[in-house]
């Protein structure tokens, strides 16, 4: 199993920023990659931005520029840099770390946490 504690959410002003932390333990060993996802009311939950095992990276087109995901292996973080925030972001944010053990897949999210970007 792996748990996910995510941290760093909160109210911000549009043009702002804010660093979301995620912390992972349990069978870390096994996790092929990581990300951020969000959901907004009324809307689906989206890909923000994954991280695999090698430091490859892919983004949603809506972040792009703006958001950056990285990894601290040797802590068992990982973590997205937003910057240039906007209305349109607010949204709750999880984390999310994916096991594929024998070509089956298992996910795995963390509790969520509020991003709020208004004036």
């Known amino acids: 199993q792996v748990q996910l504690v995510e941290s760093g959410g909160g109210l911000v002003q549009p043009g702002g920023s804010l660093r979301l932390s995620c912390a992972a333990s349990?069978?870390?060993?096994?996790?092929?990659?990581m990300g951020w996802y969000r959901q907004a009311p009324g809307k689906q939950r989206e890909l923000v931005a994954i991280i695999t095992s090698a430091g490859s990276t892919t983004y949603a087109e809506s972040v792009k520029g703006r958001f950056t995901i990285s990894r601290d292996n040797a802590k068992n973080m990982v973590y997205v840099q937003m910057s240039s925030l906007k209305p349109e972001d607010t949204a709750v944010y999880y984390c999310?770390?994916?096991?594929?053990?024998?070509?089956?897949?298992?996910?795995?999210w963390g509790q969520g946490t509020q991003v709020t970007v208004s004036s």
């Open positions: 999310n770390a994916r096991r594929r053990p024998f070509n089956k897949v298992y996910d795995h």
């Open positions: 349990g069978s870390i060993e096994s996790i092929n990659a």
